[in-house]
């Protein structure tokens, strides 16, 4: 399971790096890796260059969303029989100087039956 997270992970890591640079290549004003193909009858001309450039952005962005989404199905499960370290220091802490030190096993006192209440205010006529 976490050889194909790895595997999962560096994939994007690549198709991320490939949609950015692809990204930086392309200018949104028609200039960018397509001007610098002067000769429009060419088989890979300037429309040509922007149209491909286009696409991979697209399908760079749709990979490294399906890949992410798939990615978290593969994610590395914590084994619930092992607690952590910082958990283990934390229950082995001792309290400091001047702190209380409250007994694991407190009964709470009802209060007593007999006690005299307060007697209740009466609104004034």
Do not use: H
């Not at 050889?3 to 949104?28: D, E, G, K, R």
């Not at 397509?34 to 429309?47: I, M, P, S, Y």
């Not at 220091?89 to 006192?109: D, K, L, M, R, Y």
Request: glycine residues 6%.
């Amino acid at each position: 399971m976490q050889a194909i997270y790895i595997t999962l992970s560096v994939i994007i890591v690549v198709a991320s790096v490939l949609l950015t640079l692809i990204v930086l290549v392309q200018n949104s004003k028609g200039g960018g890796l397509a001007a610098n193909f002067a000769a429009g009858n060419t088989t890979f001309g300037v429309r040509q260059t922007a149209d491909f450039l286009e696409k991979t952005t697209w399908v760079l962005a749709a990979v490294v969303l399906v890949l992410c989404v798939v990615a978290t199905f593969f994610t590395p499960k914590p084994s619930s029989g092992s607690a952590s370290s910082i958990e283990n220091q934390i229950q082995q802490a001792v309290p400091a100087e001047g702190e209380p030190e409250f007994p694991a096993n407190t009964v709470a006192v009802p209060a007593e039956e007999g006690a005299a209440e307060a007697p209740a205010e009466t609104p004034a006529e």
